[in-house]
């Protein structure tokens, strides 16, 4: 058998390598993850946006000598599938370098260990020129320049990673991206944030300000509901699941309801939160096993597995999407019915308060050939009333508008509030408590007997207020 040495084109595999999907929040939280590794409590995110971005990433974690800086530099510098130590976040040893390159074309990694500090440099420009994967060790007197580098050195040990030639994003989003960055992480490292894990403290600073931890699963609120928890077993190895239903709008804030929507809204939100030895990986997917609806929206479950397990997964190097094996799934949809049953009844219960015997309400909801309709009630007392006391020609022209009214009742324009602002509706302000009382006031003038008045008393407008038609009580 004939064989011969065929090298990559390296000009075009490098524009490849940096063309695999990478978001800045991605590529910052794959940095992140290294820090994470090597023990880091503390991890200070700096940028410059002018005249040209750069991006400063210092921690305090056990740091790299010269050789294992070096090897920490080439790609695919480990097996995905080789054995990894506990709280190692890492997947294809190549996380540094493709997030670093999806972003920037000069890669610099200061490393200070036992009292020794080394540098190496991965400059995009020089490997296409020079056509090799040249590997730059930069001068000792250029590193002294370096922002950050004082800090490091006052350090016991850390690493300070440093982005230049920033070609990622546009420089005009520059605010808004770091704005995204923050609660990026704010998200997928909350554990870390919150303290979650023993012996495992963290302290992010982005620009000098402390990340908070956002947990997804609002947990510290009343309202929020942790259902019982499962575990699915796949080849002895175990899989944690634990779902919780968020707060129905009416439970919380409009600023808490806004602020647990995230940007994707509760509706895209909905789904698995995949956790990879404490860190947040995917988050609102139901992996094509279940279709996100409005009524499921408040569903979130919180998948645990430790690094061990990601051939059973399919995780992309972004380490931002998996896709789980068929035996996975299927338990899966087990869960998927039951929670989804119980996280609907936010909803359902609400809506089955329209047919409530116990209060008659304005409107109804009437069977309609195969489907259902909204109707206003007929034998509401207060409709009843009005009829008996209006011209032939005048109630078939009434009936006509209320007909009208339901016919185009604007039930997209609703469902689209509700979900986006369900705190700024407040229909109940339509209706005052002075044109309560005029109502009130004209019926009593009509004259009202005790079953009448009892009748009024169950409805939406009068069963609170007693008083307004019965006199002396």
């Not at 056509?131 to 730059?136: A, C, E, N, P």
């Not at 309202?223 to 899989?239: C, M, P, R, V």
């Not at 998948?303 to 996975?328: C, L």
């Amino acid at each position: 058998m004939d064989t011969e040495i065929v090298n990559p084109n390296v000009r075009n595999f490098v524009k490849s390598l940096r063309d695999i999907g990478y978001t800045l929040e991605i590529a910052v939280a794959d940095i992140l993850d290294n820090s994470i590794a090597a023990s880091a409590s503390n991890i200070s995110i700096y940028t410059i946006s002018e005249p040209e971005p750069i991006f400063f990433m210092l921690d305090d974690g056990t740091g790299m000598s010269n050789k294992e800086l070096v090897e920490a530099m080439r790609l695919a510098t480990k097996h995905p599938e080789s054995e990894r130590e506990k709280y190692d976040l890492g997947r294809f040893g190549l996380g540094l370098k493709t997030a670093s390159f999806s972003q920037c074309k000069k890669l610099t990694v200061v490393s200070k260990k036992d009292g020794l500090i080394s540098a190496r440099q991965w400059d995009l420009d020089f490997i296409a020129k020079s056509d090799k994967w040249l590997l730059i060790t930069p001068e000792v007197t250029w590193v002294d320049t370096l922002p950050l580098i004082d800090e490091l050195k006052n350090q016991e040990h850390g690493t300070l990673v440093i982005w230049e030639k920033v070609d990622g994003f546009n420089k005009g989003t520059f605010s808004s991206e770091i704005d995204r960055l923050r609660k990026h992480l704010s998200l997928v490292f909350h554990r870390f944030l919150e303290g979650a894990i023993v012996g495992r403290s963290l302290t992010i600073t982005i620009n000098n300000n402390k990340l908070k931890a956002f947990n997804p699963f609002n947990i510290n609120h009343p309202a929020t509901q942790q259902i019982s928890g499962e575990k699915i077993k796949i080849n002895d190895l175990t899989i944690n699941i634990q779902p919780f239903i968020l707060p129905h709008h009416s439970k919380v804030s409009q600023q808490e309801y806004e602020q647990y929507a995230t940007e994707e809204g509760y509706t895209k939100s909905q789904g698995f939160y995949l956790y990879r030895a404490n860190r947040l990986l995917i988050h609102g997917t139901w992996w094509g096993l279940h279709r996100a609806i409005v009524a499921h929206k408040l569903v979130r479950v919180k998948i645990d597995i430790p690094n061990n397990q990601d051939k059973y997964w399919g995780i992309d190097i972004k380490k931002s999407t998996a896709n789980p094996v068929a035996e996975i799934k299927v338990d899966l949809k087990k869960v998927i019915k039951q929670i989804t049953e119980i996280g609907s009844r936010p909803f359902t219960g609400r809506g089955r308060k329209i047919e409530d015997k116990s209060t008659t309400r304005f409107w109804e909801l009437v069977a309609s050939n195969d489907g259902v309709r909204f109707a206003l009630n007929p034998k509401h007392p207060v409709l009843e009333r009005l009829i008996t006391e209006i011209s032939d020609e005048n109630y078939e022209m009434l009936n006509i508008y209320l007909k009208g009214l339901q016919a185009y009742l604007p039930l997209e324009a609703i469902q689209a509030q509700l979900q986006q602002s369900p705190h700024k509706i407040d229909q109940e302000a339509t209706l005052t408590e002075e044109e309560i009382e005029i109502v009130a006031k004209r019926l009593k003038s009509s004259g009202l007997d005790k079953s009448y008045i009892e009748s009024l008393l169950k409805t939406e407008i009068f069963k609170n207020r007693k008083e307004l038609l019965m006199d002396g009580e």
